[in-house]
Nanobody, 124 residues
Framework: QVQLVESGGGLVQAGGSLRLSCAASGPTFSTYDMAWFRQAPGKERESVAVISWSGGRTTYADSVKGRFTISRDDAKNTVYLQMNSLKPEDTAIYYC?????????????????WGQGTQVTVSS
């Protein structure tokens, strides 16, 4: 069982930056694929970025490529999402998720473990 706690959300002006963190419990963090998803009001949850258990593979939604970077620090049991050049359309609740089957999936159904979410609001 993995427990995930996100932090780092907040209110920022368009063009600004935020770094989200997701702290995981448990000794097997380094064996999990990790992902960030987001959900805006009235919209479905969507994948933002995924990083493989080894850290060797990453993938991003087209809407955030070149602006967001996912990374992990297995010594700290933490995954990060660095968000630069933020836009109002990035406003959403951001969720961290974990998947122990090493499928490198962008589908939310593949992730059994979720954090509680952190709100990101980008003003224009």
């Amino acid at each position: 069982q993995v427990q995930l706690v996100e932090s780092g959300g907040g209110l920022v002006q368009a063009g600004g930056s935020l770094r989200l963190s997701c702290a995981a419990s448990g000794p097997t963090f380094s064996t999990y694929d990790m992902a960030w998803f987001r959900q805006a009001p009235g919209k479905e949850r969507e994948s933002v970025a995924v990083i493989s258990w080894s850290g060797g593979r990453t993938t991003y939604a087209d809407s955030v490529k070149g602006r967001f970077t996912i990374s992990r620090d297995d010594a700290k049991n933490t995954v990060y999402l660095q968000m630069n050049s933020l836009k109002p359309e990035d406003t959403a609740i951001y969720y961290c998720a974990a998947n122990r089957w090493k499928t490198f999936s962008v589908q939310s159904q593949s992730y059994p473990y979720w954090g509680q979410g952190t709100q990101v609001t980008v003003s224009s």
